[in-house]
């Protein structure tokens, strides 16, 4: 069974939560918003990603919308936790878990295919 993390009005989850359920993957799903998300899960991702860097959504509105002095702030995994603790949506989603492994964040159907068959 996996776990998808992620937000549901986010477009990215809605796309990779109808790409599992059309391939019949079992999943549970996991609301940032509601549930939070545990500061030693993300530093697993974080190892797991190749860095904190690649977990961080730079891409997205949440980031944009912080004032420079923040965004430069966070130079650290530490800092990068903490931000992501505090505004779950600047998380880049979904993130795919099995036990406690990731394999896959975001959403890929190339990826998917490879990962989920």
């Known amino acids: 069974m996996y776990q998808v993390y992620g937000i549901p009005n986010c477009?990215?989850?809605?796309?990779?939560?109808?790409?599992?359920?059309?391939?019949?993957?079992?999943?549970?799903f996991h609301n940032f918003k509601k549930e939070g998300i545990e500061?030693?899960?993300l530093k697993n991702w974080c190892q797991q990603a190749g860095g904190w860097q690649n977990l961080l959504?730079?891409?997205g509105t949440t980031w944009r919308k912080l004032d420079a002095n923040t965004q430069q702030s966070i130079t650290t995994e530490t800092k990068a936790i903490q931000l992501m603790q505090e505004m779950v949506s600047i998380i880049k989603r979904p993130?795919?878990?099995k036990g406690t492994t990731v394999v896959a964040i975001?959403?890929?159907e190339a990826l998917y295919?490879?990962?989920f068959k």
């Open 11 to 28: 477009n990215t989850v809605k796309k990779a939560l109808d790409w599992l359920s059309q391939h019949n993957i079992p999943f549970t």
């Open 39 to 41: 500061a030693t899960t």
């Open 57 to 59: 959504n730079k891409q």
């Open 95 to 97: 993130v795919i878990v």
């Open 106 to 108: 975001g959403f890929n």
């Open 113 to 115: 295919n490879t990962v």
